[in-house]
């Protein structure tokens, strides 16, 4: 395997950098936002920005015949279920410990390769499954106790992973022809309407106006995390092989950790850390093939 070039490199450290640190934003937005308001605003933050950006590069904003459908289970995934379920998670238990169930999405996609699609599960897989299950029970447990709604969290932090693992299903297994940045441009545009109208229906207008720190992390999270980051998710997947975004997640958790401790003061735990750290290695084992693979 050749060794990484240093834009591969500052890349994906942007894009872990970006994807990490976001994590904490949504405990302070939320702290004055509802969930659909919130969402409603980062959504739409992210679709004015990827739509300048797709104008930008000059891409196509079509959709091939017949792939509506997909795009539209996808988006659904990817983008639905997926804001909803991480606010969620982050009301009820430390914004860190809810990106480390979040990005529990490639040991869903081993998992469901195996049941559904009969795909092979190796002993690294298998063992990284183990690994992460067991990861995932240290990292609540602390919280059944300190935090009265925890299996709430736990609840939302998982749903947020295997439906973005249902949804790198759909998408990888569809063929999208002509379809670079506009294939996420869509799913945040099909995503928006429906959100947006739970968010009038349920939130209604807000009582007061949000503070400038929460006004700020909102918009940031929609302009720089959804739509800047996913600029460089699409510029690695052109110079990395397809296994480059879980391989991106690795580190992900352990910074929206450590940024959830330095900006929010969020507890830490003995018995959390070395969950946190198993997670890691069961990523690790699932994700980075062994010296005998090709």
């Known amino acids: 395997m050749k060794r990484a070039s240093p834009k591969v490199l500052g890349l994906l450290a942007a894009l872990t950098l970006v994807w990490g640190t976001n994590w904490p934003l949504f405990r302070i937005a939320l702290s004055e936002l509802p969930v659909l308001t919130f969402r409603t605003i980062v959504l739409a933050t992210g679709f004015l920005v990827l739509f300048v950006i797709i104008r930008l590069r000059g891409e196509s904003l079509a959709v091939p015949a017949g792939k509506w459908p997909p795009l539209i289970a996808a988006s659904a995934m990817n983008i639905g279920v997926w804001n909803i379920a991480t606010s969620m998670a982050v009301l009820y238990i430390p914004s860190g410990h809810a990106s480390v169930l979040a990005y529990t999405m490639p040991l869903w996609v081993a998992l469901i390769g195996f049941v559904v699609f009969r795909q092979s599960l190796t002993g690294r897989l298998l063992a990284a499954l183990l690994i992460g299950a067991a990861a995932v029970v240290a990292l609540m447990a602390p919280n059944f106790t300190g935090y009265a709604n925890a299996p709430w969290g736990l609840f939302w932090g998982l749903l947020a992973g295997f439906c973005w693992a249902i949804g790198t299903y759909i998408v990888k ?17 099909i995503a928006l309407p429906p959100i947006a109208l739970g968010a009038a229906a349920i939130d209604g207008l807000p009582a007061h106006w949000p503070s400038a720190v929460a006004i700020v992390a909102t918009v940031y999270t929609g302009a720089i995390p959804m739509a800047l980051g996913t ?30 401790i330095l900006l929010l003061h969020e507890p830490l735990s003995a018995l959390q850390a070395v969950a946190i750290a198993s997670t890691v290695i069961s990523l690790w084992l699932a994700l980075v093939p062994g010296r005998s693979a090709g």
């Open 173 to 189: 297994r569809t063929s999208w022809p002509g379809m670079g940045l506009s294939l996420t441009f869509w799913q945040v545009a």
């Open 231 to 260: 600029a460089i998710w699409f510029a690695l997947v052109k110079l990395l092989p397809a296994q480059v975004a879980a391989l991106s997640s690795i580190a992900i958790p352990i910074v929206a950790v450590a940024s959830g």
